[in-house]
């Protein structure tokens, strides 16, 4: 899927995005396993808040969810793809700060409506962040039997 129809698929469900926990954007086959594309309210109003909403860096961060995830903590930081985040980097960065503090710990973050709209558990949401170097999406992955599921809760700038 290329940037102009990830837009039109944003633009297809931007307005059903309040009432329900996650939007499906896209199903991608990453290395011969499904991997399905979901963004959330949350996420729509943190980018139009930092003026990124569908942005060029937006749009193209996105579309390195095609590159799949990759089953380590950390990436360079000139490599693109999903990425495991955890709580052991000290001191805590702000993609830690965001997605612990901020989504997953916090009660009403609308993460415990996600893992029941999965049929998952908070424990087995895993944090993660979509890598490009215009920007960081931020967000939890479940792996369930039938594919992996990216829902997209918030973004975060590299430091320059």
């Keep these: 899927m290329n940037p102009e129809e990830l837009l039109l698929q944003i633009e ?3 307005g059903e995005l309040a009432e329900e926990p ?3 954007l896209g199903v991608f ?3 011969g396993r499904k991997l399905m594309l ?14 990124v909403w569908k942005s060029r860096g937006f749009m193209a961060t996105l579309k390195n969810v095609q590159y799949g995830f990759v089953e380590k903590a950390r990436s360079a930081t000139d ?5 495991l985040v955890d709580r052991t980097l000290k001191p805590a960065d702000e993609v830690v700060h965001k997605l612990f503090e901020q ?14 709209a999965l049929g998952a558990t908070l424990d087995e949401l895993r944090p993660v962040r979509l890598a490009s170097h215009y920007m ?3 967000g939890v992955l ?4 039938e594919g992996d599921w990216l829902i997209l809760v918030d973004y975060d700038m590299p430091a320059k």
């Design 29 to 31: 086959d990453c290395d």
């Design 12 to 14: 297809e469900i931007e």
């Design 142 to 145: 479940w792996q369930a039997p």
């Design 38 to 51: 979901a963004i959330t309210d949350r996420l729509r109003k943190r980018c139009i808040k930092g003026l």
């Design 79 to 83: 490599t693109a793809g999903i990425f």
């Design 22 to 24: 996650y939007g499906l």
């Design 136 to 138: 960081r999406l931020l």
């Design 103 to 116: 989504y997953l710990d916090l009660p009403d973050s609308g993460a415990q409506a996600v893992a029941e």
